[in-house]
């Protein structure tokens, strides 16, 4: 929940929403995060290399680091902001996981570097995945 509060206060006037959480009571204290619909950036992105559309993902790339560069000299950050954390929905973008936020700037250069790691980590193990499928036979 404090994470919310201090990703939203950062975010706060800029592109990017922070999906909405509230603490609830119960036998022990839980939060609730709204549902949103949505695309995530990955699957935006997958898109335009299906279409091998790369001006198209270099675009959307580059619209993400804007997004994302937002008050970057301030106290907080989400190391986890990577392509499949956030929901595309028309021009409205929303982060969607945010638990490995941080009370220290990060340049917006490290995070965009580990969303592309990730993102791309991603499409080898699945190449991997579909070669071993076509010469395990």
């Known amino acids: 929940y404090e994470s919310y509060l201090k990703l939203k206060e950062r ?3 800029s592109k990017l929403s922070i999906n909405k959480c509230k603490l609830a009571e119960g036998s022990l204290p839980y939060v609730e995060l709204e549902f949103v619909e949505g695309t995530t950036l990955a699957e935006l992105l997958d898109d335009y290399l ?3 559309d790369i001006d198209g993902f270099h675009e959307l790339f580059e619209e993400y680091v804007k997004r994302i560069s937002y008050g970057e000299d301030s106290k907080v950050a989400d190391y986890d902001m990577i392509f499949a ?5 028309g021009k409205k973008w929303t982060v969607i996981d945010y638990e490995w936020t941080v009370e220290h700037p990060v340049d917006t250069k490290e995070i965009a570097f580990r969303s592309l790691y990730c993102y791309l980590f991603v499409l080898y193990l699945t190449l991997m995945q579909i070669l071993l ?3 395990a036979s």
């Open 11 to 13: 975010y706060k006037g």
């Open 50 to 52: 299906k279409k091998d």
């Open 85 to 89: 954390n956030i929901l595309v929905n």
């Open 133 to 135: 499928l076509i010469f």
